[in-house]
Structure formats: structure tokens, C-alpha cells
């Protein structure tokens, strides 16, 4: 079956240490977006990518970093230098379609860092 | 920039009534695409329902419909025949172009009663 899988579910991590969180789709979807999910809040773009070796910041990317080295994977690195990194995140793609395709996404990874 | 507001942060409806979730969008640009999205519990993300800007006919899918309202950039989600799955957190978001990066409303949790 075709979709998007997000590693590991549960993430915990110490201060100071970064921390890979990955993401890979077998949809041959053009587009994939990480986005930052907090406790009774919407979701916030952290960064997307329209095509292979070219990504875009979203509107909190301080502190995040990616590749896209290849079209099925969209790696989120979050650094020591992001400040409140606890968060659940989730990674979706789309095709590129005229008629708008919606975002498919993952099942989410849950960060934790004390 | 564009912005997704949802002002309803909270809304319950009785099983088998009919609920409507509000969604305002801002933007300058006539052509773009709109989402409305369901993640449950399980915080998988669900798309439920989509409208392309373009096309004057509300979407419906099976118990959802919206009101898409261009010139007031009104997008509001109705239920029809409230069911307890339908509990979840609502989200509505809006999208430039394909294949561009999609903004997010803060969210409306919706709790349907037995």
C-alpha cells in the first residue's frame, strides 16, 4: 500500500542534542511539508519541498534544518538551537495537480526533549 | 501573506443534529484551493472535504458540505446527521497554488453527544 511513514512514533532526546526525524513516501508525490504541531493548536509550516535539492522555509524554520536528496525522503533535522522543540510532528506530501491535490500525511512523530 | 482563522475554538452538537464549523480565509489572489481537514483522537489527519476557488458549486461529500462564500472569503463546514465519530478537531486550510505550501487554521474541536 502506498503512504507516508514517519519514524520512530515516540522521540525523546536530552537538551542540547539534535535529532533526526524521518519521513519517506512511496506515492511519487512531487511535494512534501513538515509541519509543527503544539497542544491545542493549529498546524505551523516549518519547511517544504516542491522538487528534489530545492526546499522553501515555512513560517517557523528557526532552529530546523532538511534535505531532499531524493523524492521519496524529506528528513527534519531539529537542532540544539531551536528553543521549544517538544512537539508532535507530522510530514505530508502532494502531488503536483491542477486541481489541487490535498496533503496526505504521516502519522505523526511525538518529540520530547527534557 | 495569507491567514486561516477559525473562531470557534469549541463547539459540541447532539448525535443526529446538524453543526456548522466556521472557517475565514484572507487573500488577493482570485484563483486557490481550500481544505477541510479531521484529525480524531488517533491524530492521523483525515481530509474531509475540498473547494477550488474557481468553481461556484459547493462541495459536498456524503454528510459534509460547505458554504463557500468568494467575495466574504467564508469557507464554513456543515454536518449533517452528527455522528460520534465524527468527534475530532476540525481544521481548515487554504493553499496559493499546487503544489504550494498550505496554512492551517488554529483548529475547532468538535464533540458530538450522545
Known amino acids: 500500500d502506498g503512504g507516508i511513514t514517519q519514524s520512530p512514533k515516540y522521540l525523546f532526546r536530552k537538551e542540547g542534542q539534535n535529532v533526526t526525524l524521518s519521513c519517506e513516501q512511496n506515492?511519487?508525490?512531487?511535494?512534501m511539508y513538515w509541519y509543527r504541531q503544539d497542544p491545542g493548536q493549529g498546524l505551523r509550516l516549518i519547511y517544504y519541498?516542491?522538487?528534489?535539492?530545492?526546499?522553501q522555509k515555512g513560517d517557523i524554520a528557526e532552529g530546523y534544518s532538511v534535505s531532499r536528496e531524493k523524492k521519496e525522503s524529506f528528513p527534519l533535522t531539529v537542532t540544539s538551537a531551536q528553543k521549544n522543540p517538544t512537539a508532535f510532528y507530522l510530514c505530508?506530501?502532494?502531488?503536483?495537480?491542477?486541481?489541487?491535490?490535498?496533503?496526505?500525511f504521516g502519522n505523526g512523530t511525538r518529540l520530547t526533549v527534557t | 501573506a495569507q491567514t486561516v482563522t477559525q473562531s470557534q475554538p469549541e463547539m459540541s452538537v447532539q448525535e443526529a443534529e446538524t453543526v456548522t464549523l466556521s472557517c475565514t480565509y484572507d487573500?488577493?489572489?482570485?484563483?486557490?484551493?481550500l481544505f477541510w481537514y479531521k484529525q480524531p483522537p488517533s491524530r492521523q489527519m483525515i481530509l474531509v472535504i475540498r473547494?477550488?476557488?474557481?468553481?461556484?458549486q459547493n462541495a459536498t461529500e456524503n454528510r459534509f458540505s460547505v458554504n463557500f462564500q468568494k467575495a466574504a472569503k467564508s469557507f464554513s463546514l456543515k454536518i449533517s446527521d452528527s455522528q460520534l465519530g465524527d468527534t475530532a478537531m476540525y481544521f481548515c486550510?487554504?493553499?496559493?497554488?499546487?503544489?504550494?505550501?498550505?496554512?492551517f487554521g488554529p483548529g475547532t474541536s468538535l464533540s458530538v453527544i450522545p
Open positions: 506515492l511519487n508525490h512531487d511535494a
Open positions: 505530508a506530501s502532494s502531488i503536483e495537480d491542477i486541481s489541487g491535490s490535498p496533503l496526505h
Open positions: 473547494q477550488e476557488a474557481y468553481k461556484q
Open positions: 519541498s516542491q522538487i528534489v535539492n530545492d526546499f
Open positions: 487573500t488577493s489572489e482570485n484563483n486557490y484551493y
Open positions: 486550510a487554504f493553499m496559493k497554488h499546487v503544489s504550494d505550501k498550505v496554512i
